[in-house]
């Protein structure tokens, strides 16, 4: 089994930063991206960024120049620093993660369990 653990959601005010994390753990041989998502109330889940294991990464218009993702290879996390942010960038977000739990295996797709993300105005 493959567990994703997510940390780092809080309030904070408009303007200011929060950085976001995710561990991998359990039964993985190897991961071929990892990325962050978010959902609002009333709104379907959307992609916020990504980044491959060899660090090429994609980015939501909305979040380009505030939002940098990151990937630690030998801890298996991933990082999400939020700068700058917006009311609208409330949302509970998700962690997700492609990956192989044995070689020559399928990828599979797994999330974590979310964490809420809330910017005052």
């Known amino acids: 089994q493959v567990n994703l653990v997510e940390s780092g959601g809080d309030l904070v005010q408009a303007g200011g930063s929060l950085r976001l994390s995710c561990a991998a753990s359990?039964?993985?041989?190897?991961?071929?991206?990892m990325g962050w998502y978010r959902q609002a109330p009333g709104k379907q889940r959307e992609s916020v960024a990504a980044?491959?294991?060899?660090?090429?990464?994609n980015y939501a218009d909305s979040v380009k120049g505030r939002f940098t993702i990151s990937m630690d290879n030998t801890k298996n996390t991933v990082y999400l620093q939020m700068n700058n942010l917006k009311s609208e960038d409330s949302a509970v977000y998700y962690c997700?993660?492609?990956?192989?739990?044995?070689?020559?295996?399928?990828?599979?797709?797994?999330w974590g369990q979310g964490t809420q993300v809330t910017v005052s105005s």
């Open positions: 980044i491959t294991s060899g660090g090429r990464t």
């Open positions: 359990g039964r993985i041989f190897s991961i071929n991206a």
């Open positions: 997700n993660a492609e990956l192989r739990t044995q070689r020559g295996g399928r990828p599979y797709n797994f």
